[in-house]
């Protein structure tokens, strides 16, 4: 299992080698909260073990606050990416998914997307807005969340989830799979 301090200055990596996209602390720990989402719903397991609290400006992991703190809110310097040698080729692929999916948000539109999520608000009830929380974000309600996530996006294509992760499994094996193949899966609304 990764570290996600591993995971983070990966993060810091791909910032660096894409645009250069220079990244904040607020946005780093959004962008780690979405690779853990993904994780949980996709593999079914964290992408590492470190816990994420929700708080008062979006979800945190602290474990990793300290290696950043320097930089306060402003953008953490280049030299501190890293190339992931720790992670495995499969962690190293959904940071990369999560970076080309999230990564071209504003620090600040994730902080706003976190927070009309299931599972900060659900964290953070009964904190009064804008009071600081150690509240943990349940690993059960976040895989939850980004399963409801990825069945709508499913939809919208015109497939299930199921039908996707199978497809997804035949073109791991080799197997060349049509999307025609995978929109026959939903029936067809009653006209």
Known sequence: MARAEHVARYFLWLSVESEPTPLTQLHLHKLLYYAQGWSLAAWGERL????????????????????????????????EAREASELTRAERGLVEVVWREYGRFSAWKLREMTHSERPWLEAREGTPEGSPSQSVMRDETIRAHFLAVHDRACRRIGTTSEAFARALAEAKSGKTVLLSELRGALPRAAG
């Open 48 to 79: 590492f073990d470190e816990a994420i609290q929700a708080w008062r400006h979006g979800p945190v992991v602290p474990s990793v606050y300290p290696s950043f703190a320097d930089y306060g809110s402003s953008a953490i310097a280049q030299h």
